[in-house]
């Protein structure tokens, strides 16, 4: 979490947010009030934020990771815009999925990368497969959020197969609750993903090397290929 | 800056990084013995840092963003993985530039997004246009890091070209020192960005907007889709 997360959570009168999100910042809040709700929700949640800050209130709405990154920050832009409110707004940025769990991989994000999502709540599927195909196709490490979840337990594998046309058996990191309590890390490969399918849940970060990558003790690395231009 | 980040380097006897980079964090610095060199010279800080902690000392490597992101992470395991040295590393994830200017210009980035560098001195040009190409075909939100140096100025508007065959007239955002201080932004479109060129260089991150992003208000926001799901 950054400094500057923290200055704004102090200095807000209200704090409005997911109740996991919520707990990961209890020893943060004292006076504040807090409005919390259960997963889902997001444009009652940015209805109620905006609404409070009409009212002249300073509020912070908390995301996971950074709220860029399908976080609550476009949908209160959206809301705003369509509202047409008046204030001041700062979106803080925050350490998102792909940074953390790429940390704590190693390095395997060296070279140029790509963030998809599997969820195709808001992004049609053809959409989504085709991104992923001109990913794999041009040698970005791929990053894919919301990988796997009850509702949609096949999509991971029909990414997987999408993959596999362009890339050979490159390193795959998995990585649940990344940088949080509770972190599972598994390194394997693009062919033996599959074996892991059930670890692979909306906690879940997975990381797709391209064919520069490799395993070394346990972690991936993707080199920027400094081997081929120095001498060590 | 992360209180993880802030607590490695407190706990750290060396903190070895560019002057640039040093000077951000003089205000952490009390005992530490500080190593800087100026920009380039990667190589022989990774060396210098391995050896210390060969030694057995604890050490910090200071990266700007994220150590991942085209910084110092790959090199230093690269470094370690051929000297067959063994002792603990931790890689702490940062803001990286996309996320940083994101939260700058609004929220551009709420969609699948890529991250190419335009410099080639670790990546042949021929691949980089390739990535470009591909993933401004496949409606990712793009953004450029090291868009433009004095040893390759034309590289830009080449960039802007292929762009310009996949993609409308989409917002542009143009940040230089994305939170830091000298904070400068143009939020501009893809068939006025050559306008913009000489306000590019190695210290400014460019924000590509997919078909869906607007801009409101001086900020670029691409909508993850809510105002089609649900009413307001």
Known sequence: MTMRAI???NRSEYVVGVDTYISQI???LKDQKVIESSMGGEVQRAKKAVTLAEEGHTVSIISGGDPNVYGMGALVF????????????????????VNAVGAVLGAPLSSDYAVISLSDLLTPWSEIERRLGSAAASGFVIALYNPRSRNRPSQFSRCVSILQKY??????????????YGQKVIVTTLNSVMDHE????MKTTVIIGNEESFIWRGRIL???GYHKKYEY
């Open 7 to 9: 200055d704004a959570i």
């Open 26 to 28: 209890a020893p943060l």
């Open 78 to 97: 959206e809301f705003i815009a369509v509202s047409s409110c008046d204030f001041d707004i700062e979106v803080i940025p925050g350490v998102t999925a």
């Open 167 to 180: 890339r050979k058996d490159v390193p795959v990191g998995i990585v649940r609750n990344g940088l949080r």
């Open 198 to 201: 059930d670890a692979i849940d």
């Open 222 to 224: 993707t080199p920027r």
